[in-house]
Nanobody
Framework: QVQLVESGGGLVQAGDSLRLSCAAAGRTFSDYAMGWFRQAPGKEREFVAVIRWRSITDYADSVKGRFTISRDNAKNSVYLQMNSLKPEDTAGYYC?????????????????WGQGTQVTVSS
């Protein structure tokens, strides 16, 4: 079992930055690939970024070059640095843990999920 708790969301203006954090407790954190997903009202949950245990990363095209995912295995934490935020980035942001090594853009590959943190970007 892995418990995940997100923090760092808020209301910002377009062009601002935010840093989301996800703290994990439970089983060995470094064994898991950690992903960030987001979900806007009326839309499906969508992939944002993932970092594997060797710190190999992958990003959705919509955030590439603006968002950076990182992890600190000593602190059992994963982060999402979000720069140049746009109104279309407004969503609930969720971190998730997967023991799989493939298909990590698919939410179905993740077993553990946090409760989410809201990010709202005003124009």
């Amino acid at each position: 079992q892995v418990q995940l708790v997100e923090s760092g969301g808020g209301l910002v203006q377009a062009g601002d930055s935010l840093r989301l954090s996800c703290a994990a407790a439970g089983r060995t954190f470094s064994d898991y690939a950690m992903g960030w997903f987001r979900q806007a009202p009326g839309k499906e949950r969508e992939f944002v970024a993932v970092i594997r245990w060797r710190s190999i990363t992958d990003y959705a095209d919509s955030v590439k070059g603006r968002f950076t995912i990182s992890r600190d295995n000593a602190k059992n934490s994963v982060y999402l640095q979000m720069n140049s935020l746009k109104p279309e980035d407004t969503a609930g942001y969720y971190c998730a843990a997967s023991s799989r090594g493939y298909g990590l853009r698919d939410p179905a590959q993740y077993v553990y999920w946090g409760q989410g943190t809201q990010v709202t970007v005003s124009s």
